[in-house]
């Protein structure tokens, strides 16, 4: 059977899918990772940096590569109508989180080689105030937000995650997320016998890893509890950052902040409105609000920002 993780832009789609394909290669199973170039602002063929193919042909990508699992790191409902029936899990974010981190991702940290247009838009964002610059964001970002709201969140095989859950309980959540797709073990590998074997095939695959020439020694074997735990305690936010806890702010680092719905300290009513008026319910389509009340709420809480949105935005893309 194969799997797939399904991810977006600004979604912690880097420390998920480095989990989770660290865990395959300890376990002997193969993978492999597809993304759009052109996101978040556009849409174009998908690649895995060997070769690019069309979003049609992800259907046959599995079996053309002899892949077990797949990170797609700029999901759309595109991408699961071709793999339909393949079981996965989808992580999506706070929208509005995914504009403030993408805000000062694309101005500060993202890499930009073989990306024009990005190097375009951090060009845009360095010229202009916070406040300005949240706007060209939303426009830069529109066509990942677009994404996240045409998506179908009731498909069978597919288990849905919020990033702030994942985040806030990474051990629990992934364990919800392999137990989901059937490759957790809990059984066997503790009984002495099964133990020395699945320790044996771990080894295995460890040495293949680390010499590709050694690729035919790899075994496939279940994934326990210590594995996938171990690997999310390697990847730690505390880790990643050299000891900076969540909530202490670097905006020059990937992993500027850690915590969720940061959006309330960058947004101004003029932001809110603006979201609204290009994104409609999406909110409400990914579960975050019940209404759009919040809109109003910013308006009766914050002091009116004397930032107005823009009539016509100009396009970091195009300008």
Same mark, same amino acid.
């Given at each position: ?99 403030? @981190?993408?805000?000062? $991702?694309?101005? #500060? *940290? &993202?890499?930009?080689? +073989? ?129 900076? @806890?969540?909530?202490? $702010?670097?905006? #020059? *680092? &990937?992993?500027?902040? +850690? ?61």
């Amino acid at each position: 059977m194969s799997f797939v993780y399904y991810g977006h832009h600004k979604c912690a789609s880097t420390w998920i899918r480095t989990i989770v394909e660290e865990v395959f290669r300890e376990s002997g199973h193969t993978y492999g990772m597809v993304l759009d170039p052109k996101s978040p602002n556009a849409q174009g063929p998908l690649t895995d940096y060997r070769t690019s193919f069309e979003r049609t042909e992800l259907g046959t990508y599995f079996d053309e590569n002899g892949l077990d699992f797949l990170s797609c790191i700029t999901a759309d409902q595109a991408q699961a109508d071709a793999l339909d029936g393949t079981h996965g899990f989808h992580v999506i974010r706070d929208p509005r989180d995914v504009i403030v @981190s993408g805000y000062f $991702s694309h101005r #500060n *940290s &993202h890499p930009t080689d +073989g990306l024009p247009h990005l190097e375009k838009h951090r060009q845009n964002l360095q010229s202009v105030s916070k406040e300005e610059g949240l706007f060209l964001e939303m426009e830069f970002s529109a066509q990942c937000l677009h994404n996240l709201a045409s998506w179908n969140y009731n498909q069978d095989p597919i288990l849905e995650v919020k990033m702030e859950d994942l985040t806030s309980r990474p051990y629990e959540g992934f364990l919800e997320i392999f137990e989901f797709l059937g490759l957790m073990s809990w059984d066997g590998v503790f009984l002495m016998r099964e133990k020395a074997a699945h320790f044996a095939r771990t080894a295995l695959n460890r040495l293949a890893n680390r010499h590709p020439m050694l690729d035919g020694l790899r075994r496939p074997t279940q994934v326990t509890g210590e594995m996938l735990l171990g690997r999310v305690y390697d990847h730690r936010f505390e880790k990643k950052t050299s000891g900076r @806890s969540r909530g202490q $702010s670097d905006a #020059n *680092s &990937h992993y500027r902040k +850690g915590v969720a719905g940061d959006w309330v300290n960058h947004f101004t009513p003029a932001h809110a409105e603006y979201f609204i008026e290009q994104f409609g319910d999406i909110l409400l389509t990914t579960g975050y609000e019940s209404s759009n009340d919040w809109v109003e709420s910013m308006r009766t809480d914050e002091t009116p920002s004397d930032v107005d949105a823009p009539t016509d935005p100009v396009s970091p893309v195009s300008s």
